[in-house]
């Protein structure tokens, strides 16, 4: 569903066949992804860590509402976790994750499984997140905005990232693609 041309919100995304590379751009660049997933929903992606040593952000809807799951970021680039949550980021709340999780050039399968009462994240069948609670708490970064608040994102800080797979599961409600 992906046109880095079209999508794009900010830096220089590229297409090889079907896969999509994040370019080791600017610190906030991020592409969209032109699809509003249903209420509850499970995502699941193939990331492969190119180049650089921070972050790679996905941004997610529950509820209405985007926030972001973030992995290896920081000034280390060795922490991660759902950021906001009630208004603290990932570096201060209780999803924190430390520990580099992507190293570069090994391909990791990413699922996260939203729910009406939380998020759950796993990486190589290894939970990383399993946050409780109602998606009011939580909200996106305001560097990260997308120009559309329903629709997924793709973002890499200062750091090269490749997707090879992108898979959204309907499990209560309807998507739509938005353009």
Not at 95 to 114: N, W, Y
């Amino acid at each position: 569903l992906v046109d880095p041309v079209v999508d794009s919100v900010q830096g220089t995304f590229l297409r090889d066949g079907k896969t999509l590379i994040l370019p080791k751009g600017g610190l906030w660049d991020r592409i969209e992804v032109p699809y509003a997933p249903p209420e509850e929903y499970d995502l699941t992606l193939v990331v492969e860590r190119k180049d650089g040593s921070n972050a790679f952000m996905l941004g997610l809807v529950s509820g209405g509402r985007q926030f972001a799951f973030v992995l290896d970021g920081w000034a280390q680039g060795d922490l991660g976790g759902l950021d906001f949550v009630d208004g603290k980021g990932y570096q201060e709340n209780e999803t924190q994750i430390k520990g580099r999780q992507l190293p570069v050039g090994k391909p990791a399968t990413l699922l996260c499984s939203i729910r009406k009462g939380g998020v759950t994240v796993s990486l190589e069948g290894r939970k990383l997140v399993e946050w409780k609670g109602a998606p009011s708490s939580l909200s996106l970064h305001p560097k990260l905005a997308a120009r559309n608040p329903l629709v997924l994102l793709l973002a890499g800080w200062v750091s090269r990232f490749q997707i090879s797979q992108m898979t959204l599961v309907p499990i209560s409600g309807q998507g739509q693609r938005t353009r």
